[in-house]
């Protein structure tokens, strides 16, 4: 599964490129977000993402979760996984 790192700096239309691409491959993708600024961009990627899937007929499923990353100088912060996969639309 890739897994991408995002930060608030993360160009919203290239997120939503690199998840179709990967979700396309794999079928599956996670993101990794620290801050509030980078969780925004993350679930605006994910938005934009699906909106694309959704017009081929496919939904995604996201899945977030808590996660503590370490650091260089043995610190530690938390951080926000998404992991997304790719799911059949449900007739409504």
Do not use: N, W
Request: net charge positive.
């Amino acid at each position: 599964m890739q897994t991408y790192k995002i930060s608030s700096k993360t160009d919203v239309a290239k997120l939503c490129g690199a998840i179709l691409a990967a979700l396309r491959t794999d079928g599956r993708v996670a993101l990794v977000a620290v801050g509030p600024r980078a969780m925004a961009k993350a679930v605006q990627g994910l938005a934009l993402a699906r909106g694309h899937m959704l017009a081929v007929s496919t939904d995604i499923a996201v899945f977030p979760a808590f996660q503590y990353l370490r650091l260089d100088d043995g610190s530690s912060v938390r951080a926000v996984r998404f992991a997304v996969k790719e799911v059949p639309v449900e007739e409504r």
